[in-house]
């Protein structure tokens, strides 16, 4: 079975710029989790979405949404950029709910911003 | 203060110690997540708990529900098993994450 997917691994933005992000869950998963990683603040929780629906939401800024689509598939969008989302965002699949299942994390995408 | 403390932030062991990582947490949860995350930022996943304790082959998680408590404990360990080891509380329906231990096991 495949692994989480994400795409792309690498990206560089400028300041005010948007990005998209994309994560192909494990076949079969219906959670999607995202999460932002970062030397200061370590893991936090952005969002999670299950059969297309967000269930949860973390404390960023309206800037940070997502959805999910009817094959699982979750793209997070970050809209007008600035120099602090710069992370490793990291999405992860579970079959259930994130918390009490266990998750299967992607790779990662790292944005720079400039 | 973070609701969720991890102990020591660095670690570093001779091959064949045994190792233990600690996760305090001050809310209460309805489970525990404990994590591996290797250079290059890959994340597995290594035990979800909610009582008790669970083992995989060298590594065994324990949680004391009462005392907010969780150890992660790696028997035997070896220089494979230099990694961030991360804590995570699952309180309400979010995960919170500890910053994580750094583990160093040299040869």
């Known amino acids: 079975k495949a692994g989480v997917t994400q795409t792309p691994r690498y990206l560089i933005k400028t300041r005010g710029q948007q990005v998209t992000l994309s994560c192909s869950p494990i076949?079969?998963?219906?959670?999607v989790s995202w999460y932002q990683q970062t030397p200061g603040q370590g893991l936090q929780f952005l969002f999670e979405?299950?059969?297309?629906?967000?269930?949860n939401k973390g404390n960023f800024p309206g800037r940070f949404s997502g959805r999910q689509f009817s094959n699982s598939r979750s793209e997070m969008n970050v809209s007008t950029l600035e120099l602090g989302d710069s992370a490793l965002y990291l999405c992860?699949?579970?079959?259930?709910?994130?918390?009490?299942?266990?998750?299967?994390f992607g790779p990662g995408t790292r944005l720079t911003v400039l | 203060k973070n609701e969720v403390e991890q102990s020591p932030q660095n670690l570093t062991a001779q091959e064949g110690e045994f190792i233990t990582i600690n996760c305090s947490y001050s809310?209460?949860?309805?489970?525990l997540h404990w994590l591996q995350q290797h250079p290059g930022g890959g994340i597995v996943s290594l035990f979800m708990l909610s009582s008790g304790k669970k083992k995989h082959g060298r590594l065994i998680a324990t949680i004391n529900i009462q005392e907010k408590h969780s150890s992660l404990h790696i028997t035997a360990s070896h220089p494979r098993d230099s990694a961030v080891y991360i804590c995570a509380v699952l309180s309400g329906s979010r995960l919170t994450f500890g910053e994580g231990t750094q583990l160093t096991v040299n040869p």
């Open positions: 992860a699949s579970s079959l259930g709910t994130s918390g009490y299942n266990e998750q299967f």
């Open positions: 979405y299950f059969s297309e629906t967000q269930r």
């Open positions: 076949s079969g998963h219906r959670s």
């Open positions: 809310v209460g949860i309805s489970a």
